[in-house]
């Protein structure tokens, strides 16, 4: 076999996932592509792919999106190439059984129709009449796309192949790539065993390989094959090919025809691993021997969906590996580890629903230098390395697959392979009675039972039992003060000669004014969109702290390190070298000045300031800002020195009225606030202005910045296609937490991003992004706003709310406004 010597871009695997992104590199004029495939197409996971195709079901935008795109790809695709693809728009059905469910779908539903998804409510007599074989009798509803259905994954994944080849790709079958060549810090090429191809892109598509061919690059791939079925009956007279498929996750299974017998596909609870040492290179259309024992308990629960299954035969138990990662969500992007060098793969049993989506979304990442999603959920560099070790990757699986099918309570938190980052004050909050969760692989104190309650989780869509010690934190923090653990945010120090130039022109704001002053900033693309929300400590003339959220850690290092680029500045990580304990509230300033000899006033301290000083034995870099909306300090201690320091607070808070606090609390406190949470209300496909965050921008610094050019157009181009809001509802009884949406004098308009209880405000509280399209006059201002009419919809009930461009709660004051 003859290789090419050379390709602009270099797919590695031919799955659905490489296949769709080498169609949509040629359909977005990059032809000169070669996808190289190990044996034979489809051979890894995707030929024995059950092949279902649902839109239904996600309160991701991205994930909803790639899902409908991909169905309306696959509708076109045989017309287009010629070859069948399977597609069978039989409709789809997810019941509910319980209240919970039906919470849950019932939310899920009201976001997918506003994202255009034709999603129907409909009752156990018509769940019967769509599948008769069904047994409905404790069935309290389904949820019907009736455009839905399945497709034949080998036949659209050939389709894609044959639509990317007659647009000039090439592609190699039996050619595996054993590695990738590099030049400083970017890939150029891959080795064959039939020679090298040169390229400037490569994207890994390896399926389950693709952790193993990631290390070979050095390329962080935390996924893991698991042990996946489905179960084929003998022949059903009775069933039809043109009935929907039917999905009930509390059976564990999914229901379709298959060659005339019922295929019972099943996602299990508890889930086993495969083959965690390494898949082998030569497993191709390969099968793992089903474990019978461990898959009986389901398979009968799931049976008693259609009981005609119990008294049928069993043609088949099939069991294939797929690929799972540590939160459910697929790694894509460009690897922070090696420039041009892509991933596309852990699809966690969804790569062939929304295959064509995420090819397109990788191909346009590449060919426009950046997505057009929003792609923090998803973005490779979310991912840690001691995410890859064996015992990690054996022990989250586990969970991971069976969380496809739990019901998706907002509380809930992952229990496997836990506490494998700890702070070093870890055993002190543990006695304190915190209750934890997993924060980016940190135990993160979320909230905390009072003395002799038992600190649990309660899976509820109403009011957890933890609702009460929550609003105690909150009102401490209002009132006197609190202490809250954050030695997971990821800490940078910037240090050299051009440290100060390379920050101010990656920052939207001045960062490089003032010796001993922190600033609030933005970091921008060319395209003005959000890169990073982070703060900015100038230190001295050569030296910058950066301090960042857990989640935007490795992004926001790598972005850093790619602005300096042969600039004489140095950035080192030194997250792990750094407790932080943030002090917060009205009598924090008291707290902290009788545990220190530095001046705390004012005048010698004010907002914005940085200073070193002691408490206790310890030297401590002192920050005195607020992410709650309340006088308060970071404090950024020596790993070694924060079990002290800590000691040093806490036994001086008591006559301050020092109160623990949690994530929950910081969640409710800077919401009320409005405070941004990149990743959660704000993402990479917002522009600063639209966030709302124009007041941290200094147009006017000089040497410009990154992305100044795009702001100033988007300013002078009149007003906002849309803008983040916060949005309070006046009800205090209902809960907000994510994706319900929000009408504009009955105009659905946008949906809640993110959002928390106001324990002060007295209401749940959120951010919405709001298209100014459906808002009258067609601009978000707040005089608009307050002449129209707004509610929130939540499981299909209208609530109305409050809507405000600036916070509701204001600090300064201590006046509730709205
Ligand atoms: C039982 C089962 C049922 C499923 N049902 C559904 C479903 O109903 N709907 C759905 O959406 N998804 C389903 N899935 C999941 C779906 O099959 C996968 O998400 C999808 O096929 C993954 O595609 P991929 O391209 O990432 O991986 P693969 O299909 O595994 O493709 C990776 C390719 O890379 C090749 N490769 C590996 N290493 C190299 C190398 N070094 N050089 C060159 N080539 C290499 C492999 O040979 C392989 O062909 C199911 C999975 C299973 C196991």
């Known amino acids: 076999m003859i290789v090419p010597a050379q390709a602009r871009v270099v797919v590695i695997g031919g799955g659905v996932i490489g296949c769709s992104v080498a169609y949509h590199l040629a359909h977005m004029g990059w032809t000169d592509v070669v996808l190289l495939e190990r044996d034979r197409l489809t051979s890894g996971t995707t030929w024995h792919a059950a092949g279902l195709i649902v839109t239904f079901g996600s309160t991701s935008e991205t994930s909803t999106e790639m899902r409908k795109y991909t169905r309306d790809l696959y509708a076109r695709l045989e017309a287009e190439?010629?070859?069948?693809?399977?597609?069978?728009?039989?409709?789809?059905?997810?019941?509910?059984?319980?209240?919970?469910r039906l919470e849950e779908y019932r939310r899920v539903a009201a976001f997918n129709r506003h994202c255009?998804?034709?999603?129907?409510?409909?009752?156990?007599?018509?769940?019967?009449?769509?599948f008769p074989l069904a047994r409905v009798d404790d069935l309290l509803a389904g949820f019907y796309v009736a455009g839905d259905g399945r497709a034949d994954p080998v036949g659209v994944t050939m389709a894609l192949a044959k639509g990317a080849r007659q647009l000039g790709v090439t592609i190699?079958?039996?050619?595996?790539?054993t590695g990738v060549t590099r030049r400083r810090g970017a890939v150029t090429g891959v080795t064959t065993p039939a020679g090298e191809i040169a390229a400037e892109y490569v994207v890994n598509c390896a399926g389950i390989w693709a952790r193993q061919l990631g290390a070979r690059a050095g390329v962080t791939i935390p996924l893991q094959a698991?042990?996946?079925?489905?179960?084929?009956?003998?022949?059903?007279?009775?069933?039809?090919?043109?009935?929907?498929?039917?999905?009930?996750?509390?059976?564990?299974?999914?229901?379709?025809?298959?060659?005339?017998?019922l295929m019972i596909g099943l996602f299990e609870p508890v889930c086993a691993p495969w083959s965690v040492a390494g898949v082998p290179d030569e497993f191709s259309f390969g099968e793992i021997q089903p474990d019978w024992d461990r898959m009986a308990p389901y398979i009968e629960t799931a049976m008693q969906r259609v009981p005609i299954a119990l008294t049928t035969g069993v043609r088949k138990l099939f069991c294939g590996p797929e690929s799972f990662t540590p939160d459910l969500q697929p790694c894509v992007g460009e690897a922070p580890e090696l420039r041009n060098y892509f991933v596309a793969a852990g699809l966690n049993s969804i790569g062939i629903l929304t295959g064509g989506g995420l090819g397109r979304v990788v191909a346009h990442w590449i060919v426009n230098g950046r997505p057009d999603v929003d792609v923090t959920g998803f973005h490779v560099d979310r991912l840690h390395g001691y995410q890859t070790t064996p015992e990690y990757r054996r022990t989250r699986t586990v969970e991971s697959l069976g969380m496809v099918y739990k019901c998706h309570y907002p509380g809930y938190v992952m229990q496997t392979a836990r506490g494998a980052r700890r702070s070093p004050i870890h055993d002190r909050l543990v006695a304190r009675n915190a209750f934890f969760r997993d924060v980016s692989g940190w135990e993160g104190a979320d909230w905390y039972a009072p003395p002799g309650v038992e600190p649990a989780a309660s899976l509820t869509w109403g009011r957890p039992s933890w609702f009460p010690y929550w609003a105690a934190e909150h009102r401490a923090a209002r009132d006197a003060a609190i202490?809250?653990?954050?030695?997971?945010?990821?800490?940078?120090?910037?240090?050299?000669?051009?440290?100060?130039?390379?920050?101010?022109?990656?920052?939207?704001?001045?960062?490089?004014?003032?010796?001993?002053?922190?600033?609030?900033t933005q970091w921008l693309d060319a395209a003005g969109k959000l890169q990073a929300d982070l703060t900015v400590a100038k230190l001295d003339d050569e030296r910058f702290w950066?301090?960042?959220?857990?989640?935007?850690?490795?992004?926001?290092?790598?972005?850093l390190r790619r602005q300096i680029g042969d600039r004489r500045a140095f950035v080192a990580d030194l997250t792990s070298a750094y407790g932080q304990l943030n002090v917060q509230g009205p009598r924090s300033r008291e707290l902290l000045q009788s545990v220190t000899s530095a001046d705390l006033s004012d005048a010698a301290f004010p907002f914005r300031g940085v200073r070193d000083i002691d408490i206790g034995f310890a030297q401590v870099r002192c920050i005195r800002i607020t992410y709650l909306g309340e006088l308060g300090y970071e404090l950024y201690i020596p790993t070694e020195q924060t079990a002290h320091v800590y000691d040093r607070i806490v036994a001086a808070g008591e006559q301050f009225g020092l109160v623990h606090a949690g994530l929950k609390a910081l969640a409710s406190l800077r919401m009320e606030k409005a405070y941004r949470d990149y990743g959660h209300d704000i993402d990479n496909t917002?522009?600063?202005?639209?966030?709302?965050?124009?007041?941290?921008?200094?147009?006017?610094?000089?040497?410009?910045?990154?992305?100044r050019d795009a702001v100033i157009a988007q300013k002078a181009a009149g007003p906002l296609p849309r803008r983040l809001v916060q949005v309070l509802l006046r009800d205090p009884e209902p809960l907000m937490f994510h994706a319900e949406i929000v009408r504009c004098d009955d105009r659905p308009c946008g949906y809640l991003r993110a959002a928390s209880y106001g324990h002060t405000l007295g209401g749940a509280v959120g951010l919405a992004m709001i298209e100014a399209s459906?808002?009258?006059?067609?601009?978000?201002?707040?005089?608009?706003?307050?002449?129209?009419?707004?509610?929130?919809e939540i499981a299909g009930r209208r609530h109305p709310a409050t809507v405000s461009l600036r916070p509701l709660f204001d600090p300064d004051n201590r006046k509730i406004k709205g």
Request: hydrophobic share 40%.
């Open 81 to 100: 190439t010629g070859q069948h693809t399977g597609l069978r728009q039989c409709g789809f059905i997810e019941v509910a059984g319980d209240a919970d």
């Open 116 to 130: 255009g998804v034709d999603v129907h409510e409909i009752s156990p007599r018509q769940i019967k009449d769509l």
């Open 172 to 177: 190699l079958e039996g050619v595996p790539c």
């Open 226 to 261: 698991a042990e996946h079925y489905y179960l084929i009956t003998e022949r059903i007279p009775e069933l039809s090919s043109s009935w929907p498929v039917l999905e009930d996750p509390a059976s564990y299974g999914y229901f379709r025809e298959e060659v005339g017998g």
């Open 483 to 520: 202490v809250m653990d954050m030695s997971f945010m990821a800490k940078f120090l910037v240090e050299g000669a051009d440290a100060g130039p390379v920050l101010d022109w990656v920052s939207a704001n001045r960062v490089d004014g003032p010796s001993g002053t922190i600033t609030y």
């Open 546 to 559: 950066v301090v960042a959220s857990d989640t935007a850690h490795r992004h926001a290092l790598t972005w």
């Open 686 to 707: 917002d522009s600063v202005l639209e966030a709302g965050l124009g007041f941290a921008v200094d147009l006017d610094k000089p040497g410009g910045f990154l992305g």
């Open 774 to 792: 459906a808002v009258p006059g067609g601009a978000i201002v707040q005089r608009a706003i307050d002449a129209a009419r707004w509610d929130v």
